[in-house]
């Protein structure tokens, strides 16, 4: 178990619909990054986030956006939905300035457009 | 922009040794990591090399030539367990995010 939780594990939804992926970080962790791993294809990232405040975005969608809390845990917003979003999306977490690159993965959130 | 290349299969058989490769290009470099995910599984942590040269942890090993912007991953006496995913990432430069290489899938053969 790496401490870090996300919800849903698996989600069935309609093109055009919105939804919300969350996760919680392992406590202490200041650091929480969203990933998108499309079936046999690598871990696209999407945004990061350090202690409340957006801290890098990669090749994330206008139709996704994503927030952290104050409490540290993060949401994950995708909206319009596509077909192409079917895909797993993972949330990371690290300690910043410990052991670099060291991030836990949550399960993932299995996300299922038809 | 940051880059990561690595085979994206490489196949062998169970208790032999394998050398999973990784070349990466990168505005500001701190350390190359190695992580595994089996299918449908998250991925884990397995290795960081910040320095030149060789760190060894149980049956597998990870190697870094900073001048060469290369890495390896090494694994020993595989096992069927070992069948998975493996990918090579780096934290870009400028600002905390965690870029991943593609991921290269082992195959173990009996």
């Known amino acids: 178990d790496s401490g870090v939780t996300q919800t849903p594990k698996h989600l069935i939804t309609a093109t055009g619909q919105r939804v919300t992926l969350r996760c919680s970080p392992r406590?202490?962790?200041?650091?929480v990054y969203w990933y998108q791993q499309s079936l046999d294809q690598g871990l696209q990232f999407l945004i990061q986030?350090?202690?409340?405040?957006?801290?890098a975005k990669g090749n994330i969608l206008e139709r996704f956006s994503a927030q952290q809390f104050p409490d540290l845990h993060s949401e994950l917003n995708l909206s319009s939905l596509e077909l192409g979003d079917s895909a797993l999306y993972f949330c990371?977490?690290?300690?910043?300035?410990?052991?670099?690159?060291?991030?836990?993965f949550g399960q993932g959130t299995r996300l299922t457009v038809v | 922009g940051q880059s990561l290349e690595q085979p994206s299969e490489v196949t062998a058989v169970e208790g032999a040794i394998v050398q999973i490769n990784c070349t990466y290009q990168?505005?500001?470099?701190?350390?190359l990591s190695w992580y595994q995910q089996h299918d449908g599984g998250a991925p884990t942590f397995l290795s960081y090399n910040a320095l030149d040269g060789l760190e060894e942890t149980g049956r597998f090993s990870s190697f870094l030539s900073r001048s060469d912007s290369y890495g390896y991953l090494l694994l020993q006496e595989l096992q069927m367990k070992d069948s998975a995913s493996y990918f090579c990432?780096?934290?870009?430069?400028?600002?905390?995010?965690?870029?991943f290489g593609k991921g290269t899938r082992l195959h173990i053969l009996p």
């Open positions: 986030y350090y202690n409340g405040e957006e801290r």
């Open positions: 990168t505005s500001g470099f701190y350390g």
């Open positions: 990371a977490s690290s300690v910043r300035g410990g052991r670099d690159t060291e991030a836990f």
């Open positions: 406590s202490g962790d200041l650091s």
């Open positions: 990432a780096v934290r870009d430069g400028g600002d905390d995010k965690i870029i």
